[in-house]
């Protein structure tokens, strides 16, 4: 009994525990949920619930698409290079929904388990853009289930409303320019992928709660 409830641990076969909260890191339920959000003790990943502030979203928004892309690019760029002060990234991704539990949602996935949990640390008692930052380690470390499949098609028919993460991104040039000037960075510390300094993160067959 034991290995199967271990086997359905937040799948949909789960009656306990919420499987969009163990997919997502969010639910459109929140704390009404009937099921359990189960909060990590440890994870690569850390959330920071509605700390994009997206103008397109502002009913007295002017700008066009361009400078919608720019603001966004800035925005991005000044996570990305603060959030490589606490240890290795290697992905962060911005929610583009529009529903109350995934607008501005930024999720940060770290190569190892204590860059998170010290960013997540260090960053509870910041600000940005005037407004403090919340964080929480997220049970998300695989984001190919939490992001919605049908929004990088045709289309999503729900749109922003979708309950699967719909990803913004950055820029090509943005995201190229980050990802060589990281691995730069890395090297010049002697933390490339080929260092063996710190312990790597343990298989997921360990429970994380």
């Not at 929140?30 to 003790?41: A, I, L, M, T, W």
């Not at 920071?48 to 502030?53: E, S, W």
């Not at 049908?150 to 719909?166: A, D, K, Q, W, Y």
Request: hydrophobic share 30%; charged share 25%.
């Amino acid at each position: 009994m034991a290995n199967f409830l271990a086997s359905i641990f937040g799948t949909e076969l789960d009656k306990v525990n919420c499987s969009f909260y163990f997919k997502i890191g969010a639910c459109r339920h929140g704390d009404r949920c009937s099921r359990k959000h189960v909060k990590p003790s440890y994870s690569q990943t850390i959330l920071m619930p509605n700390l994009y502030q997206n103008p397109a979203y502002d009913p007295k928004n002017r700008m066009n698409p361009s400078q919608l892309q720019n603001h966004f690019d800035a925005f991005y760029e000044d996570i990305w290079c603060e959030l490589c002060k606490y240890g290795e990234l290697e992905e962060l991704v911005v929610c583009d929904n529009n529903n109350d539990h995934l607008i501005g949602n930024v999720y940060a996935r770290f190569k190892y388990e204590d860059s998170a949990s010290a960013a997540c640390e260090q960053l509870n008692s910041r600000w940005y853009a005037a407004r403090p930052i919340y964080c929480e380690l997220s049970p998300v470390t695989d984001f190919r289930e939490a992001c919605c499949r049908l929004n990088s098609g045709e289309g999503c028919v729900r749109g922003g409303f979708c309950n699967f993460i719909h990803r913004k991104n950055p820029s090509d040039e943005l995201d190229r320019e980050l990802t060589l000037s990281t691995k730069k960075w890395l090297k010049v510390r002697g933390r490339d992928e080929r260092s063996v300094s710190r312990s790597p993160t343990p298989e997921p067959t360990r429970r994380r709660f």
